[in-house]
């Protein structure tokens, strides 16, 4: 990648983050694997520093709307995010007696793990992170606006806080999954 590729250069701005499963894998159409994601971050935001303001699973892809505290690196908080999701999925999958697609994820994360110098065994992450510092308020809310109208785009609900795995639900008033820092 060119040196003026994606890179979080302020690590204590807000950033919206997009991670993506190798392929475009269709992982997060089970609830197993999408509540390993959803403890993760709230793991982050209690122990590693995560200000997390917006998130949202879909079906092979994460996105996120966070920074880090200060004295913590988004950019560290991110690459440990990935890497214990990666681990945590892979061996779920590895375990789950009813997953159908068991045979076939696992051969397209290990090729994937085999092409790339920097893994040991499977690839569950594509590399990048496309982290775009959101350094305004329109730019939050359009970006906001966006990750939480995914599953209505998708067509999996009718408005965006019906959607379990995301903070939608917490910008409607109520609860989520997640413990989040609101803006």
Not at 131 to 152: A, F
Request: hydrophobic fraction near 35%.
């Amino acid at each position: 990648m060119f040196s003026g590729g994606y890179k979080i250069r302020d690590e204590n701005s807000i950033h919206y983050l997009t991670f993506a499963v190798i392929e475009w894998v269709d992982v997060f159409t089970r609830k197993d694997y999408c509540d390993i994601v959803a403890e993760s971050l709230n793991y982050c935001v209690d122990n590693k520093g995560m200000q997390l303001h917006a998130w949202i699973i879909m079906s092979n892809h994460i996105l996120l709307i966070t920074s880090a505290k200060e004295g913590y690196m988004l950019s560290g908080l991110m690459r440990d995010f990935k890497k214990h999701t990666s681990k945590t999925i892979v061996n779920a999958i590895e375990a789950n007696s009813k997953e159908s697609r068991k045979n076939w994820m696992l051969w397209i994360f290990k090729k994937a793990g085999e092409k790339n110098t920097r893994n040991q065994g499977h690839q569950f992450w594509q590399q990048e992170n496309h982290p775009v510092e959101l350094s305004d308020n329109e730019m939050r809310k359009q970006k906001m606006n966006y990750l939480h109208q995914n599953p209505v785009r998708a067509g999996i609900v009718r408005e965006p806080e019906d959607y379990v795995y995301s903070s939608a639900i917490d910008y409607s008033g109520e609860r989520g999954l997640v413990k989040l820092e609101m803006i």
